[in-house]
């Protein structure tokens, strides 16, 4: 297995750099580098002057993927696309282009990002497999029935409007907890009580539906008749056989979420004024900051790769035929 | 005989039943949920989003949209970053807080900077022969009593600074400036502006004033050039990036700018240029001590995000005590702060004169302020409506609830507003916001008759009170000309002839008849050309998303009443930005704010030297007007202080744009702010970034109303116990059926595999 975890991990380079040319080329498409020193210098009274001494500073001032004035291997070396390519893959950040260091921004973003994030995946995770369990116990009752019709409802419905009205009911008219804002540690509790809410019951409909077929096409296995044939009742059935069985396939869809995790939720945040990481980038991109979009993009790619390789990992986990060679 | 009490036999038979403990247990789990409700019902509202409870300090809870990118007064040149800037430093110069038209008084100094005059030679001349001056020397009188907050770059021990070489082992205990465990104060000397000025100068320090400056101060540019030069090769030489190398500016001067003594400086400009002394009101004139300049170029602190940047060293009311820019922004009351009292004079007669109950009164009067990071509008309305935030702006989604507009157009708080004792402020911002032709464009630009008489029919059919009703709920009015209400020019009672008329002693719009026949006048009878094809015009916007549309179509109903057909060309915010610098737009809107209250800051974007077009896409004329007598006019105008042959002079060039009209001239925005009736002293004062140091409020009148705002609703709770001790039963006895089903079923056919 160790072999199979190096392996992929150096498959993983390519797949870096790919998304990273991907990313240059995106980027430059749509901003130049004298758009970028426009926006962080402001519209008033920018001077050309000042764009080239911003342009230089930056590193901008160089061509992006091949210098025709460098000699040799420069003509490529010496270029904004490898230079800040090594960077990254050193995981040295550097700052951002309003001249704030983005590791420490990062470090600083993920806790709040986490501190709703893992919540919502760990509560949303056991209610949807309760409910699909209890459903599927349920099967072909009006409950069952039911409890479609809703998980349609709810997928249907526009998450934005769950995080509104939440705010509405729970805070504006019923005053349980505050409409946004956050704080670190036990004080910020009462803060993430309705996003961790609101993410677990948006997500209630996609998950009990999903769940439910991965359960019901378990529940018609041979070695479920044969765990009934030996007397055990429904609920031990469920939980000793269906649950451990089901799994596995839960598990490729759930692993590979754990990593970016902490990258955190755009609207979420946005909404609950919790300063995580899902708006960096989506700030970024906004504020023309290509350090900072550069980054994240390189992060987020290293982490899905991670939550990869973690998923065939579990496999073997849950799943003893199954040997990673 | 044991008699068992009768709760025991109560429990015995519930207990009897299958499953009753389990049962028994929730119930008493959901008993405790609703008793400790109950109780917490009285204490503090649940849903208050402040941890700190202190009736005794005075806090003011604000918000912010956009975090702040810098906070280094050489660099911002933002409104949302001049929010905090403007309390915590001090320029030498302030506006009046109620005086109008916007007046200048001093702010670290003992008074209003003198004035010298001199010729080309050196020979100082006299004031009433200052129209000849080829230079102007200003020189500024500090006061005795103004200190900087408290903090660590001044802290000496003996000879040395203290923290200016923090060791690994310091830096790894701090996160925050204020976890030093020393800060000390010093007295503001002459020396600290200059030294503002001489960083302003580093081009590496990006200020974007520094071109516009090195225009007017005697040696500025020279002076720029040096030490950027000399820097660079620092830079080169100690391979270190700008944020980590100190750069000793100490030994350099600047020709112009000189310390006379440790309260006394000057500053030497080219010419006459009256509105230097509106720059001295902002941030990129405050005074910046070396030692803090020094202190945070080190390396580790850097790596922490503490910078000059991030954690500004001022003299103002505030200090910033806590910095994070992308959850709260924390101001509280600088120690260390001079003698200032607030205003009692200038307050207009029709104005609520409850404005002077604090006149005298030693500033700032509250002790400290709280700005939350709230992007989004629904919760900062919401909370603003709890009494969480003391004002608020109103956005589009909640301006039915908070205003009613009358026939006339009058705004008007709701019922739902004023029984909550919430107050509003209105007032006309001094910024434009136009639509305007590209006066290069062989179509809609150009300055014969019949060009203007085509820009002239487009003007009076865009209807800008449609619009502003429309789109803006009525905040704003429909701009005359290019100065703002409040800036020196602006005549309250005229209006532009070629859009308006008067009839019956009123003023309106004139007919889309007439717009017409100047349409026919200028060679586009019913808006067609020779050909008999409809004059196509085309309008370059950034506005691209959904919303923009009804504002887009809007335009173009607007040219069809002509006849034209506007062709929107959407792009991006840069590549727009591109076309209007290399003038390859026909139509465009655009706005400008004032940077100071003088009309030169409005006229100068119509002078023919700034246009885009003369400037290789640099200037700030986008229209690209460039006529002889408007920019013989301005830079006559540009030298001259205010007076009545200015007044007239505004008032020609004034006119002649009106003819020329190189922009239909939109409209000048109104803002609304909402109040709450705790909150005291709110005055609307555009141009002053540093107003927060006169506001007060009656903090145990908020934390009445927040109490009795915010009571929670408990019923929905029991509501929801109930309805699940409800489905728990049903759920429990059909699964006890389906098992019994089963196992009957089971039985039966064991029952015949029997036989």
Known sequence: ?325 | MIHKPKHSVLMDKIGSRQHSPNLLLTIQFFIAIVVFLSVSYSQASWNDPYSEVNSDKKVLYSNFGTPPKHLDPVVSYSSNEWAFLGQIYEPPLQYHYFKRPYSLQPLTLKSMPEQHYFDEQGNILASDQSAKAAFTEYHFYLRDDVRFQPHPAFVKQGEQFLYHQLSAEQLQSISSINDLPQAVSRKLVAADYVYAIKRMALRQNHSPILDSMNQYIVGLKEFSDDISKRYEEQLKNSDKSVKVSYFDLNAYQIEGVKIHSDSHFSIKIKGLYPQFLYWLTMNFFAPIPWEADKFYKQKGLVEKNITLDTSPVGTGPYYLAENNPNQVMRLKKNPNFHDEFYPDDGLPYDANQLLLADAGKKLPLIDEVVYTLEKESVPLWNKFLQGYYDASGVSSESFDQAVSISSVGDIALTDQMRDKGIQFLNAVQPSIFYLGFNMADPVVGGYSEQQQKLRQAISIAINYEEYISIFLNGRGIAAQGPVPPGIFGFDEGSYNPYVYKEVDGRIQRRSIDEAKSLLAEAGYPGGKLEDGTSLKLYYDTSATGPDSQSRLNWYRKQFAKLGIELVIRATDYNRFQSKVRGAKVQLFSWGWNADYPDPENFMFLLFGDNAAINTNGAGINSANYDQAQFNELFTKMKRMPNSEERLQIVQQMTEIVQKDSPWVWGLHPKSLVLYHSWLQNVWPNSLANNTLKYRNLDSEARADKQQRWNQPVLWPIVLVVVLILLSIVPLMYAYRQRQMVKVGVSVNLKQRGGR
């Open chain 1, 1 to 325: 297995m160790f072999a199979y975890i190096i392996r992929r991990l150096f498959y993983a380079i390519p797949i870096l750099i790919g998304v990273n040319f991907i990313t240059f080329a995106l980027f430059f498409m749509v901003n130049t580098p004298e758009d970028m020193a426009r926006a962080q210098l402001g519209a008033k009274q920018t001077t050309p002057e000042m764009i080239a001494a911003w342009k230089q500073e930056r590193g901008y001032d160089k061509p992006l993927f091949f210098n025709t004035q460098a000699n040799a291997e420069n003509k490529v070396i010496d270029t904004l696309f490898v230079q800040e390519s090594i960077k990254l893959f050193k995981f040295d950040f550097g700052q951002s282009d309003s001249g704030r260091q983005i590791s420490a921004d990062i470090y600083e973003r993920m806790w709040p990002s986490l501190a709703i994030a893992l919540p919502t995946f760990i509560i949303g995770l056991v209610t949807t497999i309760a409910i699909a369990l209890l459903i599927v116990l349920f099967r072909g009752s009006p409950l069952d029935t039911a409890t479609m019709i809703l998980a349609v409802t709810i997928m249907s419905i526009s998450g934005l409007f769950y995080i509104i009205a939440g705010q509405v009911l729970f805070s504006k008219i019923w005053h349980w907890v505050p409409i946004s804002g956050y704080q670190p540690g036990l004080e910020g509790v009462k803060f993430l009580i309705l996003p961790v809410f609101i993410g677990v019951f948006a997500g209630l409909g996609t998950g009990i539906r999903w769940y439910r077929s991965i359960f019901l096409e378990e529940m018609n296995k041979d070695y479920v008749r044969t765990a009934r044939a030996k007397g055990l009742n429904d609920l031990s059935v469920l939980n000793g056989h269906v649950l451990r069985n089901g799994m596995l396939p839960i598990l490729t869809g759930v692993v590979v979420v754990i990593p970016t995790l902490f990258m955190g939720s755009l609207i979420m945040e946005s909404f609950f004024g919790i300063p995580g990481l899902g708006s960096y980038t989506i700030d970024a991109i906004n504020a023309q900051d290509f350090s900072i979009v550069k980054a994240m993009v390189f992060i987020g790619s290293v982490l899905y790769i991670i939550g990869l390789v973690l998923t065939d990992i579990s496999y073997t986990i849950f799943d003893p035929r199954v040997k990673l060679s």
